[in-house]
């Protein structure tokens, strides 16, 4: 009988490679196979029987079903790390210092969400059926964790506040917010706009209420009509900007902060549709200091967040826990600074 890959135009698939058809092959058990497979050899295989399984892994080639052998044990190798709008770039650097630390030892498995949407616990509990050896978690709400109610090792990334639920690793978002408030001060501005994310997540809640405490003790005046929220999409923030703009400047605004460096992208691009010099009508500023903000025309003020480590250090703070290891410190802070650039300060900017 015809095949239904052949009746339909497709090349026959190939045969899954098994463990027995490379013991078979190296004349060797299963058991020799998934010794050598998984490096655990010492005192216990012939290197002549290590020789010729790999010489049979490699006719074959033979890939170690590595997260099923690990369902199998009651656990998987798999970390998922739960991140809230995957649109923002903030987050691959973040899950680049988490593959860091992590290794090769263990699958990275992202639960992501759209733009200006937060995770749901019954999406991740769903995931929970993999049984992963571990779990991470970015920006959550306190209604998020009761609700997921996880089981196992748990560590949370950039979660002020909410220390009482899980080990954590926090950025000081506060302090590059308090910074930047008393630059702008300092460079003679007295009414601000605020440019907000829509997910409502503590992080942007906390850098949100630290600038406007510090501008209103400055004499940086932030009216509450002056503070607008979009996605963190560049198009979004630019359309936003650009309607709210001609009331902002017939009110004096001459300097707007958005609460990340995407948004003041946005905000960069329509000013420079509208004519606005930058920074000598409108200064801006942002959250982050993506790679981009550096070479940007005018290079973007920005409150420098670590996103690297963060990710790092959560992913070493969940590997000591997957592994067994008490935390020496299960809350960490990483402090954040601000990187003042043209687009608030005119003598930074290069002679033209």
């Known amino acids: 009988m015809e095949?239904?890959?052949r009746r339909q135009g497709r090349a026959p698939r190939s045969p899954r490679v098994t463990a027995a058809m490379v013991a078979a092959r190296a004349g060797v058990s299963t058991a020799t196979v998934s010794l050598v497979a998984n490096g655990k050899t010492q005192g216990r295989v012939s290197e002549d029987n290590i020789s010729?399984?790999?010489?049979?892994?490699a006719e074959l080639g033979y890939v170690v079903d590595s997260i099923g052998s690990s369902l199998a044990r009651g656990v998987s190798s798999i970390v998922i790390l739960v991140t809230p709008d995957v649109s923002n770039p903030f987050f691959a650097n973040v899950i680049a210092g988490v593959r860091e630390s992590l290794g090769s030892q263990y699958q990275?498995?992202?639960?992501?969400t759209d733009a200006g949407e937060s995770p749901q616990a019954s999406d991740v509990r769903k995931l929970l059926a993999l049984r992963p050896a571990g779990l991470l978690v970015g920006a959550p709400s306190a209604e998020?964790?009761?609700d997921l109610s996880a089981a196992g090792p748990l560590v949370l990334l950039d979660a002020p506040g909410l220390e009482s639920y899980a080990p954590s690793v926090n950025l000081d978002v506060a302090q590059g917010a308090r910074e930047l408030a008393r630059h702008l001060a300092a460079s003679g501005h007295t009414r601000a706009a605020y440019v907000d994310g829509v997910?409502?997540?503590t992080t942007f809640h906390l850098r949100r209420e630290a600038f406007l405490a510090e501008a209103a003790a400055c004499g940086l005046s932030v009216d509450p009509g002056h503070v607008i929220s979009t996605p963190i999409d560049v198009g979004a923030a630019a359309a936003a900007f650009a309607e709210a703009w001609p009331e902002w400047q017939r009110e004096g605004v001459t300097a707007v902060v958005c609460g990340t460096d995407t948004h003041a992208y946005g905000v960069l691009q329509e000013a420079r549709v509208e004519g606005v010099r930058i920074p000598e009508e409108l200064a801006v500023a942002g959250f982050d200091d993506l790679p981009y903000?550096?070479?940007s025309n005018p290079s973007l003020t920005s409150v420098h967040l670590p996103a690297t480590p963060l990710g790092r250090k959560a992913g070493e703070q969940l590997r000591g826990l997957m592994e067994g290891v008490a935390l020496a410190e299960p809350h960490v802070t990483l402090e954040s600074s601000l990187v003042v650039?043209?687009?608030t300060s005119a003598s930074w900017l290069s002679p033209s």
């Open 144 to 146: 998020f964790l009761e």
């Open 3 to 5: 095949s239904p890959d």
């Open 108 to 112: 990275l498995l992202l639960s992501v």
């Open 341 to 343: 650039r043209g687009s």
């Open 293 to 295: 903000s550096a070479t």
């Open 199 to 201: 997910t409502g997540t």
């Open 52 to 57: 010729r399984v790999r010489s049979a892994i």
